[in-house]
């Protein structure tokens, strides 16, 4: 998914914590990352999905697949359709501390998957740790 100026003017402003142009890079760079791998043929790092299926989640993003109709992201523990709010993201931040207990499967499947998500919740949610992603600062012009 490409993330466009309009999806991060519709990010709600309860749902963020962090500053919107730091989310946004993030977001985009997962989104890069995800593509990257994906054109390598990697299938055992889904880190950078857990962090962009995250971020979609958080900004309310539609996703606009190849083929078949434009949908609201779901939230990437519980899977829910409903858009993210305040008390929805808090709930998703919780059911993503213990996501690795009640689906060991996803140790396995997805390496990297629940890290992704739990990561990002940390940062744009609850302001505790670092990026899930490290993004170069922007090269000053002179």
């Known amino acids: 998914m490409e993330v ?76 829910l359709t409903s858009l993210a709010y305040e008390e929805r993201i808090e709930a998703e931040y919780l059911a993503a501390e213990q996501l690795d207990v009640r689906r060991p499967d996803l140790l396995a499947s997805r390496p990297g998957w629940c890290e992704g998500i739990r990561a990002t919740l940390r940062w744009a949610w609850r302001r505790s ?5 490290q993004v170069p600062a922007p090269q000053a012009t002179a």
């Open 4 to 79: 466009t100026e309009h999806d991060i003017a519709r990010i709600p402003v309860g749902n963020l914590r962090v500053p919107r142009g730091d989310f946004a890079a993030v977001w985009a760079a997962a989104e890069r990352r995800c593509t990257e791998l994906g054109e390598r043929g990697v299938t055992d790092d889904w880190y950078p999905a857990g962090v962009a299926v995250t971020c979609a989640w958080i900004a309310t993003a539609t996703v606009r697949p190849i083929s078949g109709r434009p949908f609201a992201a779901r939230s990437p523990v519980t899977r």
């Open 129 to 133: 740790g670092p990026a899930p992603l």
